[in-house]
């Protein structure tokens, strides 16, 4: 069974950088094939797909997110990262990793086998 848990600051000042954690364990983030995504909900919205980065470390991003985001992964612990620069209040939300069997870059839940529980970000002076 693989788990995901996502974790970071639950506040964030606006104009700083957000960095989040997802922590695999049950499988490896370098199964093949497989991808991780970062998928966010902003409240009172739907899910946004912010990026993903595949098994063999090739990322993709959302162009609505591309200029400021940076997804990374530390294969020797099994993690990856979440990047997001210049964090407004609209960056709010419940920030989300999720595992699929093929490189999907959509928001839609019945794409992804597995999610994390979700971690609530916060950005507010």
């Known amino acids: 069974q693989v788990q995901l848990q996502e974790s970071g600051p639950g506040l964030v000042k606006p104009s700083q950088t957000l960095s989040l954690t997802c922590t695999v364990s049950?499988?490896?983030?370098?199964?093949?094939?497989?991808?991780w995504s970062w998928i966010r909900q902003p409240p009172g919205k739907g899910l946004e797909w912010m990026g993903v980065?595949?098994?063999?470390?090739?990322?993709y991003y959302s162009p609505s997110f591309k200029s400021r985001t940076s997804i990374s992964r530390d294969t020797s612990k099994n993690q990856l990262t979440l990047q997001l620069s210049s964090v407004t209040p609209e960056d709010t939300g419940v920030y989300y990793c999720?595992?699929?069997?093929?490189?999907?870059?959509?928001?839609?839940?019945?794409?992804?086998?597995?999610w994390g529980q979700g971690t609530q970000v916060t950005v507010s002076s």
């Open positions: 999720a595992r699929s069997r093929r490189v999907v870059i959509t928001a839609t839940r019945d794409d992804y086998d597995y």
């Open positions: 049950g499988g490896s983030i370098t199964t093949r094939p497989s991808s």
């Open positions: 980065i595949a098994w063999d470390g090739s990322t």
